[in-house]
């Protein structure tokens, strides 16, 4: 029997992570973050004291790590690794730029693919990030694209730094990255695609999904 996969796609700062959280705790799935496996595993590396270079080192970590992704006790992301919750320590500037750099390694990537998809584990996953739909997951029973206004994504993005403790002028920068994001929905195929707006995502999520589990 097939393990149901649905996969949530969007712009940075679009809210697909908070959807995402929802989404698996109310039909009791387990939940992936692809975009936190990258901080993760640049994480990990900085932690082992890896140069961000070093492709076999990182792939070697990337296919062995100890994660399990899930929600804390206030709402808010949980995301342990080895059992210490790192998701404030992934969420700073420092840990995206560890992420872009890791992912350059195309053995990063491939270790991370087969990580990915090892997720689909009974009763069901739902899995956040690019490619989920296209890639990882093709054949995902159903595929949701987030929108979200520029100005929504930006200030989502500066609350999440400030709550990081980053400083001002950082901010400001990740704030204008936000705005220049883009919004473009993916390739592939689009009856299984939903578009759903961000004001209006949870209301018209579960009326998506009300066929498919009476818990919606």
């Known amino acids: 029997m097939s393990v149901p996969v ?3 796609d969007a712009p ?8 995402a959280r929802r989404l698996a705790e109310t039909l009791g799935f387990h939940l992936l973050d692809s975009g936190a496996l990258y901080r993760v595993t640049g994480h990990a590396g900085w932690l082992a004291g890896l140069d961000p270079a070093d492709a076999v080192g990182h792939a070697a970590i990337a296919a062995h790590l100890d994660l399990v992704f899930g929600v804390s006790a206030d709402g808010s992301e949980s995301i342990r690794l080895h059992g210490v919750d790192i998701a404030r320590a992934i969420r700073t ?16 990537r491939r270790a991370l693919l087969e990580r990915q998809q090892g ?3 009974a009763p069901g996953l739902v899995a956040d990030g690019r490619d989920m739909g296209t890639v990882v997951f093709p054949a995902a029973v159903l595929k949701i694209f987030l929108t979200a206004s520029a100005q929504e994504r930006a200030r989502r993005r500066f609350r999440q730094l400030q709550e990081a403790g980053q400083t001002r002028w950082t901010c400001r920068a990740s704030r204008a ?7 473009a929905m993916p390739n592939g195929p689009r009856h299984r695609w939903y578009r759903l707006r961000m004001r209006w995502c949870w209301i018209r999520l579960r009326w998506r999904l009300r066929w498919w ?3 919606c």
Not at 97 to 106: E, F
Not at 177 to 183: C, D, L, V
């Open 93 to 108: 500037e420092a840990g995206g730029a560890r992420a872009s750099a890791v992912a350059a390694h195309p053995a990063v």
């Open 213 to 215: 589990s009476p818990r």
């Open 6 to 8: 649905i996969t949530i």
């Open 177 to 183: 990255r936000s705005k220049n994001a883009t919004g």
């Open 12 to 19: 940075s700062g679009s809210g697909k992570g908070t959807v």
């Open 119 to 121: 997720f689909a584990t």
